[in-house]
């Protein structure tokens, strides 16, 4: 959905380096989902976050990765050291503040990170 | 056990025909459902969804759900070679009482379409 909008698209990182992956939701929309999809496998959960607060991180890893939502700005998902194990595609969407169990996830266009 | 279960395929049909993709999940109380098409370096793309027992029909798309035995299909009438990609089945579980969706993602099914 072209509401959801991240960037960058591509990011190329060597071993040990940072990410920081951004996601702006679509208007109206307080709250934020992060999944990545490594290749040939389906979208996993990684981090559930409302404006200046994390919901549920259950899905990240315990180390090197974080996520934040401030008050003013997108969302940002950062990969502190970069492994070539981090190499995935990195999706967004996110949800209005009422945000339902039935709710409908849109994805953005998402980011394709490629560690060397 | 996977908690969603997907073929990986490919599934080749011809153009014109039905093209049925099936998909089964673990936890029995699970409420909603939808099916994500996919193209190869793009993002996923919501297709259906259904949250009842039976079937729901939109266009070429029908999307079938049976709660008793944990499966949904997703069927494609008179599929066409755009059709061509993956096809994720994803499913939000009960055991999450927040109320946001958090879905489950099999691992998707490849359709190929030939003419």
């Known amino acids: 959905n072209a509401g959801v909008m991240q960037n960058p698209r591509h990011l190329v990182r060597r071993r040990g380096q940072e990410a920081r992956l951004r996601c702006s939701p679509m208007k109206g929309h307080s709250h934020v989902y992060w999944y990545r999809q490594l290749p040939e496998e389906g979208l996993k959960f990684m981090v559930y976050?409302?404006?200046?607060?994390?919901?549920?991180e259950s899905g990240m890893p315990k180390e090197r990765f974080s996520a934040e939502f401030p008050k003013e700005g997108p969302s940002i998902l950062r990969i502190q050291q970069v492994v070539r194990g981090d190499s995935a595609a990195y999706f967004c969407?996110?949800?209005?503040?009422?945000?339902?169990?039935?709710?409908?996830?849109?994805f953005g266009s998402g980011t394709q990170l490629s560690v060397l | 056990q996977k908690e969603v279960e997907q073929n990986s395929g490919p599934l080749s049909v011809p153009e014109g025909a039905i093209a049925s993709l099936n998909c089964t999940y673990s936890?029995?109380?699970?409420?909603?459902f939808f099916w994500y098409r996919q193209y190869s370096g793009k993002s996923p793309e919501l297709i259906m969804s259904?949250?009842?027992?039976g079937d729901k029909e939109d266009g070429r798309f029908t999307a079938q759900l049976n709660k008793a035995s944990q499966y949904v299909s997703l069927l494609i009438r008179d599929s066409q070679p755009s059709d061509s990609a993956t096809y994720l089945c994803?499913?939000?579980?009960?055991?999450?009482?927040?109320?946001?969706?958090?879905?489950?993602f099999g691992a998707g099914t490849r359709l190929a379409v030939h003419p």
């Open positions: 969407t996110s949800s209005p503040p009422q945000g339902a169990r039935h709710e409908k996830l849109f």
């Open positions: 994803a499913v939000n579980p009960p055991m999450f009482s927040g109320g946001y969706n958090k879905l489950i």
């Open positions: 976050l409302q404006k200046e607060n994390i919901i549920d």
């Open positions: 259904i949250y009842s027992n």
């Open positions: 936890d029995r109380g699970s409420q909603s």
